[in-house]
């Protein structure tokens, strides 16, 4: 990509409503905008990493068996009457009223819709499990929008819904998006916790938070001093087989949110106990048949009897994650995104635009790696050095490319890694050497 082809408003100084880093960054590297209180625009920087995140979430769901459907933002009143949510929600779900006088809502969650999908189609145990999940805008009347992304009012969700037969069952698909959980933040480049966690207003007897560590995160959480070193790798996973004893390796830790912390449940005496604060990026929930029994979704077991379906839901905050990889990925200078989610590798940046020796090696070098299948932003304006070495550092790409006047003269390049900061001078042909085993 040529940076002058690209829409990227950088904003020189830090914007006087923004508390945290994470919300600084966002608006200063042109990420996103605000429309009105808790709701933003993304512009093609903030676009490009929240489909990366999308994608990694989609990706591990369909692995661990999950069909994607698509249901609407809005939603009629009706089925949330039926369950009993209607009132309960208050002011935090947005009404409306249209042209026929008919109740809507924006959903802030899909319990209900998705219910209603599943008792029109499925009738019997053989369907089961099943397991339909859905990427989708969400709208929450928050009291408090604050830290932009990540308590906004409308934000995006990836919330699926499980399907069984019966409560073992119900467990088992449980223990399958608590593992894809695990699987798809470390997918992120994130080490998340999961902790025991209160059902709130979606209800349930079996709930996990997955926390990032973050002093800027809006969750006091309590946690196992082990827990927080543990490596949270799940190798090999096979979603096909009993995962209860993966889940367990995490569990056996003491991990809970303020909520449901209770000083006495922690019996570790050789370890300790600490008090932080963490952003939660997602929430799951097992809550049984708190939605089929008013809705009537039943299925019929092996011997014909009429049973409601056992449920459960699983979110993760997909806008949040933008905020919360930025907490865990910056320094003064800017974001330093990981791998994993950076939207391109190698960030060209040429000193002296217009300069033809500048120009052509830049050029030279910028269709030789993008030959080589690699993702290159290439900094072809014509601005001054230290604003433009300043973007780069904002933007925070994986590997800085300095080229210059000076560097040209002595045919030696300026490599600069984001993270270190540590600056190798290569010669040409070095420098193609590295890119293409850093590929
Ligand atoms: C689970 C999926 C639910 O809504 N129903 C469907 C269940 N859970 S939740 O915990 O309420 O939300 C899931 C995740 O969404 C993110 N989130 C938010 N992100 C940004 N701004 C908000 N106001 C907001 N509210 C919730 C969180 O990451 C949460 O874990």
Redesign the pocket.
Known sequence: MLLTRFFLPVLKENPKEAEIISHIYMLRAGMIQQSASGIYSWLPLGKIILEKVTDICRQEMIKAGANEILMPTLQPAEIWKESGRYEDYGKEMLRINDRNNRDLLYGP???ELVTEIFRTHVKSYKELPLNLFHIQWKF?D?VRPRFG?????E?L?K?AYSFDMNYNSSIKSYNIMFIAYMQLFKKMGLKAIPMRAETGP?GGDLSH?FIIIAETGESEVFVERELLNYESSVTKINYNEDLQEEVNRFTSFYAATKEKHEESNFHNEDNILIKTRGI????I?HFGQKYSLPMRATISDKEGNKIPVFMG?????L??LVGAIIEANHDHKGIIWPKEITPWDYNIINLKSGDNDCDNICLNLYNLMKANGLEVLYDDTDERTGAKLARADLIGLPYQIIIGPKGIKDQLYDLKSRKSGDISRLSYNELINFVQTNK
Do not use: A, K, L
Request: hydrophobic fraction near 30%; charged fraction near 35%; aromatic fraction near 12%.
């Open positions: 969650t899909n319990e929450r928050e992304v990540m308590r906004g009012r934000f969700m919330d979606i938070e939660e990026v997602g929430h929930f839901s699983y979110g993760v905050g806008s949040r």
